[in-house]
Each structure stands twice: as structure tokens, then as C-alpha cells.
């Protein structure tokens, strides 16, 4: 473990050489908070950016803002453009109906924004994940649809899901209670179910029709 963990450190290292314009994106799950955990130790105040679809589950927001207390977070809600409320009063159940056009809506757009004012953007992304991941660079250039171009850094691209939760354990670091009700892979609520395949962790996003919400897609296309 501790040879994984400082594997990342060197990574985070060579990310940060020269770079001060730093965040990190956090959906408050586990491999999410072992990224933060190490990024904290060389940056405490990092940006820590929250996709606020207003979509989530209860327990998630308690778990954000417990966190955000505890370690003293730099917590930036990144919002969409529309409310919940006025986005539904359009497209009563656009994450039913077109679930591409809510994840632009409400993920991919508003984060691709707030991303336009760093140059070194820090993930907890792992390859095991999913088939879409497979090939994931633990340093590798991201184009904004500005034309900017960003540093991403998945730290973890190698950590198995038994490497993250010795390492939250190691260092202990509370995970969510959702974990506990047998979610493996947590997104919104309306497009989050207990995993059909117990195999695969994100086989309960989207119901399996489709894989990613758009924002680690090269370009966000
Ligand atoms: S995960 Fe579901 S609710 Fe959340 S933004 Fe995407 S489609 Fe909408």
C-alpha cells in the first residue's frame, strides 16, 4: 500500500512542477477522497470542485458537508445554469429521456467553465473502472472547448478498488454511507441503482445506457 500510495505522491510531484493554477474534482467517493487526501498534503487549500446537479442523494450532501467541515475544505460548488426546478418545468425527465443532454446540462458544461481558470486539473479516475478507462494516463493533456489546454492527473490510474479502501482505511478516512447500503458507484440519484452486476461497480449508472456522464471524454464530446 504504501508503495502505491507514494507512487501517486511521485505523481502528483511532477504534475505540480512549475504549476500553481491547481484543482481537484470530487464526487465525495472513496477513490475521490484517497486523491484528495494525498493532493492535501501538498496543497490543505486545494479548490475542491463539486458537480452541484441538485440531483443528489441526501446522504451525499450530509457526507460533503461533514467533510468540507472536518478537513476545513476550499469547497466550490460548480451549478448549472438552470435550477433543478426550472430545468424540470422544461424537461419534466430529461435524465430519463435524454440522460447525454442532462449530464451536458447539469455536469459536462458548467464544469468545463469553472475549469477554464486552472491549468492542472486532478482526478480520481481509475482504470478499473470501466472498458472506458481502460487506457487512462496518470498525466495527460485535456483540451477545454475554449482551445485551452489542461494538465489532467488521475494519480490513482492503477489503484485497484482494494487499494482505495486500504489506503482510506490506513489513513482513516470516512467513506459515505451509501457504500454501506451496497452502492458501488455512487452519481445523481435518479441515475444511480444498487449494481446489477456485483462484477462490475458501475453497473447501476444510467440502468447500462451508457457508461460515462461526458466530462472524462476527451473535448467533452
Ligand atoms: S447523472 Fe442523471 S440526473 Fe445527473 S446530470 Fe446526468 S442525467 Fe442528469
Redesign the pocket.
Known amino acids: 500500500m504504501a508503495t502505491k500510495a507514494n507512487e501517486a505522491r511521485e505523481i502528483i510531484a511532477k504534475a505540480l512542477e512549475n504549476q500553481s493554477d491547481v484543482c481537484l474534482t470530487c464526487s465525495f467517493q472513496a477513490e475521490d477522497m484517497v486523491a484528495l487526501q494525498l493532493l492535501r498534503e501538498r496543497i490543505p487549500n486545494v479548490p475542491v470542485l463539486f458537480l452541484e446537479?441538485g440531483?443528489h442523494f441526501a446522504e451525499l450532501y450530509a457526507y460533503r458537508d461533514e467533510m468540507t467541515a472536518r478537513y476545513g475544505l476550499n469547497l466550490v460548488n460548480v451549478m448549472p445554469k438552470q435550477t433543478v426546478a426550472e430545468q424540470e418545468s422544461v424537461f419534466p425527465q430529461?435524465?430519463k429521456t435524454k440522460?447525454d443532454q442532462?449530464?451536458k446540462l447539469?455536469?459536462v458544461e458548467p464544469l468545463f467553465e469553472a475549469l477554464d481558470d486552472y491549468s492542472v486539473w486532478f482526478t480520481g479516475l481509475r482504470r478499473v473502472q470501466s472498458p472506458t478507462r481502460a487506457n487512462l494516463q496518470p498525466l495527460d493533456a485535456f483540451p477545454l472547448p475554449t482551445g485551452k489546454q489542461l494538465l489532467k492527473v488521475s494519480a490513482l490510474f492503477d489503484w485497484t478498488d482494494k487499494d482505495v479502501w486500504a489506503f482510506a482505511k490506513e489513513q482513516d478516512i470516512p467513506l459515505v454511507s451509501l457504500y454501506d447500503q451496497g452502492y458501488t458507484s455512487i452519481?445523481?440519484e435518479?441515475?444511480t441503482a444498487l449494481p446489477a452486476d456485483p462484477g462490475n461497480a458501475r453497473s447501476g449508472r444510467?440502468a447500462g445506457r451508457k457508461l460515462e456522464?461526458g466530462i472524462h471524454i476527451a473535448g467533452g464530446h
Open positions: 446537479t440531483y430529461l435524465n440522460p442532462c449530464c447539469r455536469k452519481g445523481c435518479p441515475c444510467w456522464c
